[in-house]
């Protein structure tokens, strides 16, 4: 009985090197990208900066809604501050008392009725 011929090849050395030139290629480019990307390690130090500003900008917002929601329940009719409804009637009809210094500052218009 005859044997069975086998043909058997000699890897290339070109051959031998295409899986890790290829592992290696899309190692370097996800690398690439996680480190100068937009959301990688350069862009998060942006982005932190970024939460910190608004994070302040927040806080100085929210003092500032305290106290508006603290003047505007000084108006309301259940706790009418006079003061405060003083200040109101005479920044909105213009008026003053007669006793009052009025002191008028250089380049601010005012209406005179």
Known sequence: MPRAATRQRKQSFIRRLITPAIAIAALGYFGF?????????????????????????????????????????????????????????????????ETELVVLRPGHRYDMN
């Open 33 to 97: 990208h996680a480190m100068s990307g937009e959301l990688g390690v350069v862009g998060r130090a942006m982005i932190e900066r970024q939460v910190s500003e608004l994070e302040a900008e927040l806080a100085e917002l929210s003092a500032e809604r305290q106290e508006l929601v603290a003047r505007v329940s000084l108006l309301r009719p259940e706790s009418l501050d006079p003061d405060m409804l003083d200040e109101r009637a005479r920044l909105n009809l213009n008026l003053v008392h």
